[in-house]
């Protein structure tokens, strides 16, 4: 009786210690594999990339930084991946610090394995502060004098992939990844402005959001958290960070509920025990 | 740009007009109601609790800047301080924005010295922490943890850092009090507080807590305002799925009308 | 006096180099402590009503620019948009009546028919106007940019202007709004372009169309609506919409003089706890440590001569410091929120009431349904049972009782602040700011 009681005051640091091993073992043994559903969100954004036309090149805006790594990181790889495999190239644009490391190293790593060459398949256009409006505004008109060199200091008009790229006409869709609530940047002044295709990579948190913009038709496609990444590595039948992440996140999920009802039990033990006596 | 039109006109023009018109028949002496609100009840119990242990309270008014959002925050601080002032209470105010932080200094000597006990302000209680995001909320959990507070309250523009802040705050045992209209962090104030603030709640916030005449007037216009928008949406609602499927053509005029006035 | 004005809008725009500048950077933070500390010695009786009067002007400024619809050469233009969008939510209306299967089809589709007649051809005219009122507008535009060429030669201002654009036209505040008109009446031109093509195809198909394709017929007109309330936007500034951000810049400057208060806080409230030894005072020299490092090499990274072994060391200390310390200290903390979700939750969700039950409910199915584990459950279930599928249950309370909510709640914090700012800006808030005589 006592023992039930006391379920519900669990100490906080055996919950925290609970939480680690329920997401520590699915990662490391990859023991449950179930894949997850591809929701109409997910398919349209992979429908949007498949129908890019030849000659334009795509651009992955990164806002993210090692806060949100672990949901926004499997999401640009997905889309990079398809890309590639597609053969549209891409320039990576990222606002943040410690996003443009992290995201550059993200694409060197698929890009290596799959035989892809930097400045034909894909550039990085550097660290950009945070002045998302005006650059977007600016790129539309002149991309190249807006951004002038890559991330090496080569000029962009030097490099192949870009050298022919001038302005919106030549750009056939815009992935932004991001923690934040910058979507409208990219609607506002590119979306509806030039009818350039935005899809759309948002942490779980902002998702509720998201289903407005899709609702209007102003994005295209969403891949709602970790969760939209691991959908798109199953269209992409590619086994990646999203997928074995996938099993982690169910079986967070689990913990939670599974706590919750022990807490009830322990609570309505106490509550019995109470009218008792 | 975007500018008002018609219906703007209009819609505006009813709602200033009920909120001005409470506003000022309350102050010319009527008397009026509003219902009880646990979560501002509360604020007196957590003072009280605060000043039986000998613990410090704080206050955060959130990552905003001088805004409408911040300033009815300021609003709340200020009855709250002169609640804890009659029990000579200590309170920390952290601040994320250098020019809130002066404005919040103010607001508290204020508070204290309307209580006639302006010597037991200390300037060090009220601090600006740091204006980026994690960091403040550090500061702030610090500061919770270190003083041990026995009473923290919310009010404010909160985002991914109002988890952080309120689990610790209910680790280091205080009463919390939370509000704010950012509606996304409601739930995590709901899970960690013991009393949550929630939606327009906010803004009544202060006419609950000071019963001031001209504040429980612009509540009562406010309501009658919302009670106005209530009912545009249901005629919206009835005559577009009326007009859905009838074809008379005077409904669909009126329909139209109704549509076109509230775009471009 | 008006002389004057324009004289002052090119001084802020003349680039100034070492001494000058230094008396410009020096000259503007004399008049600017200067100002503050006449406001100090404004007396206390007039201070209240100074802050009333001040708010007040403000608040007129911004209603005034939301009130006043735009200029009126473009009205005839607002007014022929304004009709074809008319016509075009007709179409919308008759559309939609055929999409949900209402008996009277054929007649609904010539309606339409007819409507986007009367759209197009009001959509020509927007456009004529447009192209009329363009011709004039560019012309004003140059004979403006003239003018500033023979002031800035006349007054021998330095020829690399800091306020030329990069096709070396001079931007003040004059050139700047009439290149502003002309980029919106460009856009709406193009925007009304748009509206036409995508209707002229929905006129060419709409007769012939099955059941399947009116969709896809109403998604283009919803476009051209759009489109056409669009280029209505861009062509209504007024004449105080310039202005708007030179004024919301004056708040910018205030705050850079409280960025100095913020910092003396931190140090005094540091510095005295390092002098007297109060409990955990390593904590605040480690404030200062951060402190000084960061701003230092942040400078030395960005100022010492490149390619020399000081710039070199400082870039690669600034690295450690932001990626190894400020980038892994905020992961951390965002990380935190993982785990204080998992024990908040714990701790929350106890059925102590209906209501919380009800909650309890919710969130069981939407944490369910979002993950694969939850997909898994309810593989079996097919045909008319779908929409129980979990992660079915899931997206529909997410996307019908979550939005419902959240919409309300958004009504009524939309008319909250609009009743406090109304306070705000006629001072009737007694609120502690304005409660006793400053």
Known sequence: MRFLMNLQSIDRRIVYILLVIAVWIPLRWNVIGIDPKVSKEVKSAYDTIENVEDGKIAIISVLWGAGTLAENRPQTEAIARHLFQKGVPFAILPWDLQGTTLAEQAVERIAEEMGKKEGVDWISLGYRPAYIDQIIMSMAVDFQGTFSTDRNGIPLSKIPMTKNIKSVKDIGVVMETTPSNTIPAWIQFLGQKYDVPILYGPTAVMVPEGYNYLDTGQIKGMLPGMMGAAQYEVLLEHRGFGRRAADALSAAHLLIILLIIVGNIGFFMARTRRADM | ?264 | ?438
């Open chain 2, 1 to 264: 740009m975007q500018h008002a039109n018609l219906m703007v006109y209009l819609l505006e023009g009813i709602i200033v007009f009920f909120i001005l018109y409470k506003i000022f028949s309350a102050r010319a002496g009527r008397r009026l109601f509003i219902r009880r609100i646990p979560g501002l009840t509360a604020i007196d119990e957590a003072v009280g609790r605060a000043t039986e242990m000998g613990r410090p309270m704080m206050f955060s008014p959130g990552l905003g800047g001088i805004t409408v959002v911040t300033l009815q925050a300021l609003s709340i601080l200020g009855h709250i301080i002169s609640i804890a002032a009659r029990y000579r209470a200590r309170i920390i105010v952290p601040t994320s924005d250098p020019m809130l932080y002066t404005i919040a200094e103010e607001t508290v000597r204020d508070a204290y010295e309307s209580q006639g006990i302006g010597e037991i302000f200390n300037r060090d209680d009220i601090r600006f922490v740091s204006s980026d995001q994690f960091a403040y909320a550090s500061g702030v959990v610090g500061i919770l943890n270190r003083e041990k507070v026995a009473g923290a309250f919310y009010f404010g523009d909160f985002f991914a850092e109002s988890l952080i802040l309120a689990e610790n705050g209910q680790q280091v045992g205080a009463i919390q009090v939370a509000g704010t209209p950012q509606v996304m962090q409601i739930p995590f104030f709901i899970a960690a507080c013991d009393y949550t603030i929630i939606g327009d709640e906010y803004y009544a916030a202060s006419a609950y807590l000071s019963r001031e005449p001209t504040l429980l007037g612009s509540l009562v216009g406010q309501d009658y305002s919302k009670a106005v928008i209530l009912f545009l949406i249901i005629i919206g609602i009835v005559s577009a799925s009326f007009l859905a499927v009838s074809t008379a053509p005077f409904l669909e005029t009126i329909m139209l009308r109704f549509t076109g006035a509230f775009s471009g």
């Open chain 3, 1 to 438: 006096m008006f002389g004057f004005v324009y004289n002052l809008s090119f001084i802020a725009i003349v680039p100034k180099q070492g001494t000058s500048l230094w008396i410009f950077i020096i000259g503007s933070l004399i008049i600017g402590v200067l100002f503050l500390f006449l406001l100090t010695r404004v007396p206390n009786r007039y201070r209240k009503t100074l802050i009333i009067g001040v708010t007040f002007l403000a608040g007129w400024f911004y209603f005034l620019e939301f009130m006043i619809p735009g200029n009126r050469e473009a009205a005839p233009i607002r007014t022929q948009l304004k009709a074809a969008e008319q016509d075009l939510r007709k179409v919308d209306q008759d559309l939609s009546a055929v999409i949900i299967g209402a008996n009277n089809r054929s007649v609904r589709i010539t309606a339409a028919q007819r409507h986007i007649d009367f759209a197009l051809e009001d959509l020509r005219k927007a456009q004529s106007l447009i192209e009329s009122l363009k011709k004039p507008t560019e012309e004003r535009y140059q004979a403006e940019l003239k003018k500033s060429d023979s002031f800035a030669e006349k007054h021998k201002l330095d020829d690399k202007l800091s306020g030329r654009g990069e096709d070396g036209k001079i931007q003040n505040l004059q050139t700047k709004t009439l290149a502003k008109t002309i980029d919106g009446l460009s856009s709406a031109a193009g925007r009304t372009d748009n509206a036409i093509r995508l209707l002229q195809d929905v006129r060419a198909n709409i007769a012939g169309a099955s059941d399947k394709q009116i969709p896809e017929l109403r998604g283009a007109v919803l476009s051209a609506i759009t489109q056409t309330s669009f280029a209505q936007i861009e062509i209504s500034d007024n004449f105080l919409t310039p202005y708007k951000v030179p004024i919301s810049d004056i708040l910018q400057v205030i705050g850079a003089f409280t960025v100095g208060i913020g910092l003396y806080s931190l140090g005094s409230i540091h510095g005295k706890s390092i002098a007297k030894r109060r409990p955990g005072w390593y904590n605040s020299f480690a404030f200062f440590a951060a402190l000084v490092l960061m701003t230092l090499f942040a400078f030395f990274k960005e100022y010492l001569p490149a390619n020399t072994d000081g710039r070199i060391i400082s870039e690669s200390i600034y690295k450690i410091l932001f990626s190894g310390g400020l980038a892994a200290l905020q992961a951390t903390m965002f990380s935190l929120v993982a785990f204080y979700i998992v024990s908040a939750a714990y701790r929350a969700f106890r059925i102590k009431s209906s209501e919380a039950a009800l909650m309890m409910m919710a969130a069981f199915f939407v944490m369910i349904g979002v993950v694969t584990f939850g997909m898994w459950l309810t593989n079996g279930l097919s045909g008319s049972l779908t929409s129980l599928r979990l992660e079915n249950i899931q997206s529909w309370i997410m996307e019908v009782p979550n939005t419902a909510a959240q919409r309300g709640m958004m009504f009524g914090i939309g008319v909250g602040g609009l009743a406090m700012a109304l306070r705000l800006w006629l001072s009737l808030e007694r609120g502690s700011f304005f409660d006793k005589q400053l």
